[in-house]
């Protein structure tokens, strides 16, 4: 599923391409993905100039002159593309959603499992929304720090991993993140989050920052359906020092001196990576 740095590096590009272009046609080729479309969709983003273009956990969110706000979920296989303006376009099976601006250009949303979600709500009110209420501060923004996640990390008695995949704690960070932040870190995952101390939530708080910022620099990273809003794909995969590596030989810059492998755990049905000798 994207993560931060890629629904990230997608409303850039969208930032690029469509921020202050206008809807000339709304095309909602299906029913639904995995809940129903709005039923008034089409009619909220018709002819409306998109005013901003942001981000907010997982979601890319276009904000639109009408008051509306058009909201986008990846899910687990979901891209979008802009085409270049007045490119012809063949429109294929999981192409579910499409928009044409008066520029020229089309956005195409495309999912081939359906787990994503588009809708639209009213800009004003949107925080208020099931889906946002009860989302954590963004990680790199001035309200999440290290003081705020050692509090934080006190009152759960859960695995930091699973600690980090709570988005009621920090939005946006995913499995591939929360294991290249832990590794960075030095901290176990199987660690039980209240026994982190102040000074190792300091380090966790750098990590994730710095992991975050450069996955973000580098485009996000690749893993099968995830590219570009321009089609081009993210590298920051070349980059994981755990995630996916599970036997391989870890970094020489490891604390195990590149000789460990690195291992892989499932927690919550979900695969972590790490090194048992750099973290503890």
Same mark, same amino acid.
């Given at each position: 599923m994207?993560?931060?740095?890629?629904?990230?590096?997608?409303?850039?590009?969208?930032?690029?391409?469509?921020?202050?272009?206008?809807?000339i046609?709304?095309?909602?080729?299906?029913?639904?993905?995995?809940?129903?479309?709005?039923?008034?969709?089409?009619?909220?983003?018709q002819?409306?100039?998109?005013?901003?273009?942001?981000?907010?956990?997982?979601?890319a969110?276009?904000d639109?002159?009408?008051?509306?706000?058009?909201?986008?979920?990846?899910?687990?296989?979901?891209?979008?593309?802009?085409?270049?303006?007045?490119?012809?376009?063949?429109?294929?099976?999981?192409?579910?959603?499409?928009?044409?601006?008066?520029?020229?250009?089309?956005?195409?949303?495309?999912?081939?499992?359906?787990?994503?979600?588009?809708? +639209?709500?009213d800009?004003?009110? %949107?925080? *208020?929304? &099931? =889906?946002?209420?009860? #989302? $954590?501060?963004?990680?790199? !923004?001035?309200?999440?720090?290290?003081?705020?996640?050692?509090?934080a990390?006190?009152?759960?008695? +859960?695995?930091?991993?699973?600690? %980090?995949? *709570?988005? &009621? =704690?920090?939005?946006? #960070? $995913?499995?591939?993140y929360? !294991?290249?932040?832990?590794?960075?870190?030095?901290?176990?995952?199987?660690?039980?989050?209240?026994?982190?101390?102040?000074?190792?939530?300091?380090?966790?708080?750098?990590?994730?920052?710095d992991?975050?910022?450069?996955?973000?620099?580098?485009?996000?990273?690749?893993?099968?359906?995830?590219?570009?809003?321009?089609?081009?794909?993210?590298?920051?995969?070349?980059?994981?020092?755990?995630?996916?590596?599970?036997?391989?030989?870890?970094?020489?810059?490891?604390?195990?001196?590149?000789?460990?492998?690195?291992?892989?755990?499932?927690?919550?049905?979900?695969?972590?990576?790490?090194?048992?000798?750099?973290?503890?």
């Amino acid at each position: 599923m994207p993560e931060l740095p890629e629904v990230e590096t997608v409303c850039r590009g969208l930032q690029q391409t469509i921020e202050r272009d206008t809807i000339i046609h709304t095309n909602v080729r299906r029913a639904d993905l995995r809940i129903p479309f709005t039923p008034t969709l089409a009619a909220d983003t018709q002819n409306q100039k998109v005013q901003t273009i942001r981000r907010r956990s997982k979601y890319a969110l276009l904000d639109l002159a009408n008051g509306k706000t058009l909201v986008i979920h990846l899910g687990m296989s979901g891209r979008v593309l802009v085409t270049e303006p007045d490119q012809p376009i063949t429109l294929e099976k999981h192409d579910h959603f499409v928009l044409k601006f008066e520029s020229g250009r089309h956005m195409i949303y495309t999912d081939a499992r359906r787990f994503g979600m588009i809708f +639209s709500h009213d800009t004003q009110t %949107l925080n *208020d929304h &099931k =889906l946002f209420t009860n #989302i $954590g501060p963004e990680p790199l !923004s001035n309200h999440f720090n290290s003081d705020f996640l050692f509090k934080a990390l006190q009152k759960r008695k +859960s695995n930091i991993k699973a600690a %980090l995949l *709570d988005q &009621k =704690l920090v939005a946006g #960070i $995913g499995n591939i993140y929360a !294991s290249e932040a832990l590794y960075e870190a030095g901290i176990h995952p199987q660690r039980i989050s209240n026994t982190i101390t102040q000074d190792e939530c300091a380090s966790l708080y750098r990590s994730v920052c710095d992991v975050l910022s450069r996955a973000i620099d580098a485009g996000g990273s690749s893993l099968k359906d995830y590219k570009h809003a321009d089609g081009n794909m993210g590298y920051f995969q070349h980059n994981f020092a755990v995630y996916g590596r599970e036997d391989e030989q870890c970094r020489a810059n490891c604390a195990c001196g590149g000789k460990g492998r690195v291992q892989k755990i499932v927690q919550s049905g979900r695969s972590t990576y790490f090194c048992a000798t750099k973290q503890v």
